[in-house]
């Protein structure tokens, strides 16, 4: 009977412990399954917000290639004030090519006045893309179709200034965007082929009649970037 009793006694001991919380192990439990649950939403804002970030680098870079290709629409291939392309003969006795690229007095973007003048232009800062040669850095930041450098909106609607380097104040370019341009002569028979700036059959093709070839590279050099990969590259074919 008094073995019985005892049993009884502890029955309700260990009843009454139960009913006052957890045990040990059941919080560890209860710990690793918040702690996976809070990983795994960590995991899945983290994944949403790359995902966001790159399409809208995606759409900043389509839209700043489109601005230069919107930029050509109304350009003449080559520069009808200077008389296009043309040779003339050095001291040396060598031909010259002259009209292809920047003319006299153009170092502005608002100067650019024909297609040729874009080929090594650089909207932006460095570094530029591998396999680029940069002839000028003619902005310090991207252009838009009017020639004009896009400037930086901040999150409220408004433009930010920085230091103009002479006491003033001066719209800030967009941060980290460049455009880079390359401008080729093609192949009128073989639109894959490049051919010389100076290419000219004689009695049959003079030197400005040729297809013209425009490459726009897009780059984003992020703050914490060491480099600045191309975000997009796209080309299009402007005939003769």
């Known amino acids: 009977m008094l073995a019985a009793r005892r049993t009884i006694r502890t029955h309700r001991l260990e009843r009454a412990r139960s009913a006052l919380g ?14 996976l649950g809070v990983v795994v939403i960590l995991r899945s804002m983290m994944t949403f917000l790359q995902t966001n970030i790159w399409s809208t680098h995606s759409a900043t870079a389509g839209y700043l290639g489109q601005e230069i290709r919107e930029l050509t629409r109304n350009l003449p291939r080559h520069d009808v004030f200077s008389g ?29 006045d024909d297609i040729d003048d874009l080929d090594g232009l650089a909207f932006g800062t460095p570094p530029a893309p591998d396999g ?27 433009v930010s ?7 003033g104040q001066e719209a800030e370019a967009l941060r980290g965007w460049s455009q880079f341009i390359r401008v080729e002569k093609l192949d ?44 997009t590259e796209f080309s299009w074919i402007i005939p003769p």
């Open 132 to 158: 680029f040669d940069v002839t000028q850095w003619m902005a310090t930041g991207p252009i838009n179709a009017f020639g004009s450098i896009i400037e930086q909106t901040l999150h409220d609607g408004t």
């Open 188 to 231: 009128p028979y073989d639109l894959s082929t490049v051919v010389d700036n100076a290419a000219f059959v004689a009695g049959v093709r003079p030197v400005d009649a040729y297809p013209l070839r425009v490459t726009v590279i897009v780059t984003y050099n992020g703050v914490w970037a060491d480099q600045a990969p191309a975000s």
């Open 161 to 167: 200034m920085v230091d103009d380097g002479e006491g």
């Open 84 to 112: 296009g392309l043309y040779f003339t003969i050095d001291a040396g006795g060598d031909t010259v090519l002259n009209g292809w690229g920047l003319e006299t007095g153009e170092i502005l973007p608002e100067d650019i």
């Open 22 to 35: 957890f045990t040990l192990i059941e919080t560890m439990l209860a710990v690793v399954i918040l702690g």
